[in-house]
């Protein structure tokens, strides 16, 4: 079946660092990859997706790029800020059902000034 | 345009009892998912319904079930409440695409509604 394995959390960051989340997943065909991102109190909100290998999504200024040959989806920003705290997933779907994703199991990132 | 809207946002029950929880989605939107998400075990996925047809179902035992409407609004239903289901329940919507590859199946969720069970 598929997963998705994350780095293990959590993170603290100081304001202005570099952050870099793992994801690594297993799948069958060509999966699309997702990173939603949760804050406190409120559900899960798409963050960027790529549907193809080498595809790099980006949003906010976080990017990730879909790396078939490492199986890798990892999520980067070059600078963080406080308001970017907040629990991050990655997710991939198969594409077979519209509403059926798996997803890890989140990396709680906290930003300090 | 409006979100996917959960009711209720918080509710406590006791071991024994049932719930029902509402999810409308995105107008438009015609598959409606549920998640359970807990601490200790993640988002885990519950059942999908599309056409008010139940598409898919991850593994729970039959206390959790659903349903969907003709509008597309999805109840989903947990009875003889135990502990271990105390969690916050997540519905999402999706617009659903003809072509698998179009990386479509992306997912809104709601706010959720968190269930405690005493």
């Known amino acids: 079946g598929n997963s998705v394995t994350q780095m293990e959390g959590p993170v603290t960051l100081s304001e202005e660092a570099f952050l870099t989340i793992n994801c690594t997943y297993t799948a069958t065909g060509y999966p699309s990859l997702f990173w939603y991102v949760q804050y406190p109190g409120e559900g899960l909100q798409l963050l960027l997706k790529a549907t193809k290998a080498d595809d790099k999504g980006s949003n906010k200024g976080f990017e990730a790029t879909y790396r078939k040959e490492t199986t890798s989806f990892h999520l980067e920003k070059g600078s963080v800020q406080v308001s970017d705290s907040a629990v991050y997933f990655c997710a991939l779907s198969d594409g077979t059902n519209a509403g059926k994703s798996t997803f890890g199991d989140g990396t709680t990132l906290t930003v300090k000034p | 345009k409006a979100g996917v809207t959960q009711t209720p946002r918080y509710l406590i029950k006791t071991r024994g009892q049932q719930v029902t929880l509402s999810c409308s989605p995105i107008?438009?939107?015609?598959?409606v998912s549920w998640y359970q998400q807990t601490p200790g075990q993640g988002l885990q996925f519950l059942f999908e319904y599309f056409s008010e047809t139940q598409r898919n179902k991850g593994n729970f035992p039959g206390r959790f079930s659903g349903r969907q409407f003709s509008n597309s609004r999805s109840e989903m239903n947990v009875s003889t409440l135990e502990l271990g289901d105390s969690a916050l329940y997540l519905c999402?919507?999706?617009?659903?695409?003809?072509?698998?590859?179009?990386?479509?199946?992306?997912?809104?969720f709601g706010a959720g509604s968190r269930l405690t069970v005493l």
């Open positions: 999402a919507s999706s617009l659903v695409e003809l072509a698998a590859s179009s990386g479509a199946n992306v997912l809104t």
């Open positions: 107008s438009g939107h015609r598959s």
